[in-house]
């Protein structure tokens, strides 16, 4: 099979048969290697994001994540909420932004790591000990969130497909046909 230089699918089979090297943040980052354990394969209807999880960071959130993308919890769930210039939020079964999982919720794990551009964090309610399955994707810098929000992961390749995605959010009467995730998977898992 042939894959365009640019393609998800290329670039999974890249990722996946060649060394695990892709560019972190898809800005022109430095090149890293990837622990196929700690990174997930967000699948999109346009292809495939590849985030680096950070259990350096934040391991118990990474747990969670991988725990549920394990139990296909993100399967079909949609980006609720996505803001021009700011971020996209999925994790939600329900969809409306306020549900999570059946697990308890998780115990802050701040840290110094920026908010930039495809960061990848959880989202939670005023209370900081309140992160459960839901999560974000950066488009642009955002120092205001910075300590404020478990950073757990960055998207390394295909952040241009999280561009792309439909702008809304839960009450504007803006999100008409949300995109959401195909299937996420652990790599470790897809190889």
Partial sequence: MAFSPRSPLRRLALALGLGLTLSAGGDGAAAQSLDPENTLILT??????????????????????????????????VFHRVIDGFM?????????????????DLQAEFSDASHVRGTVSMARTP???????????VFERAPHLDGQYTVWGEVVDGMELV?????????????????????MRVMADVQ
Avoid: C, W
């Fill in 127 to 137: 209370d900081p000990n309140s992160a459960n399955s839901q999560f974000f994707i």
């Fill in 88 to 104: 996209a939020q999925t994790g939600d079964p329900t969809g409306a932004g306020t549900g999570g999982s059946s697990y308890p």
């Fill in 44 to 77: 999109l209807e346009s292809g495939a994001v590849t985030i680096a999880m950070r259990p350096d960071l934040a391991p118990n959130h990474v747990e969670r994540i991988k725990t549920l993308a394990r139990e296909g919890f993100y399967d079909g769930v």
């Fill in 163 to 183: 561009d792309d995605l439909k702008r809304g959010a839960p009450g504007s009467g803006m999100v008409r046909d949300p995109d959401q995730i195909v299937t």
